[in-house]
């Protein structure tokens, strides 16, 4: 019986030490946890930071460039120098002129035996119909209610 009651107080020893090594244990793998979500939320945060470096810098320039782009819009007009495919028709895209023709009458005009004046031509951009639809820069004009065009102006 006196060594049951020595073995009983030697197992209860063993099992706090026990407890209180695993509660140790657990502790420090929390610790360790927390210490990884430190980690990535600084990283996180870092990121963050960068990105908004980044994208001062890009209003900073795009600010100090403001009357710069003013100034060369104002020079460039958009009409004039359109992207291909954005202007005149399907597929054409005017590169000079901008006069409105669609209600006028281009060709004979009453009275007159031969045709009038081109009223306007110039360059368009001219989608090719083959399998790459690459676009062509062609000289189109108009000629007795017709657009025709060239590979060249006349």
């Not at 099992?15 to 509660?23: E, F, N, P, S």
């Not at 291909?84 to 281009?106: A, K, N």
Request: glycine share 12%; aromatic share 10%.
């Amino acid at each position: 019986p006196l060594e049951a009651k020595e073995a009983a107080a030697a197992l209860g020893g063993a099992r706090g030490v026990a407890r209180a090594r695993g509660l140790d244990y657990v502790l420090k793998l929390s610790l360790l946890q927390d210490k990884k979500k430190m980690e990535i939320l600084q990283f996180v945060l870092t990121l963050l930071e960068a990105q908004a470096a980044f994208f001062s810098r890009g209003h900073q320039g795009a600010t100090v460039t403001r009357d710069y782009r003013g100034h060369l819009g104002a020079q460039v007009n958009p009409e004039i120098h359109p992207k291909p495919g954005w202007g005149v028709g399907r597929g054409l895209c005017l590169i000079g002129g901008s006069q409105d023709l669609s209600q006028e009458e281009v060709g004979v005009a009453s009275g007159e035996a031969e045709p009038r004046a081109t009223p306007m031509e110039g360059y368009l951009y001219k989608r090719a119909s083959n399998a790459f639809r690459t676009w062509s820069r062609r000289w189109f004009f108009l000629q007795s209610n017709q657009l025709l065009y060239l590979k060249r102006a006349r």
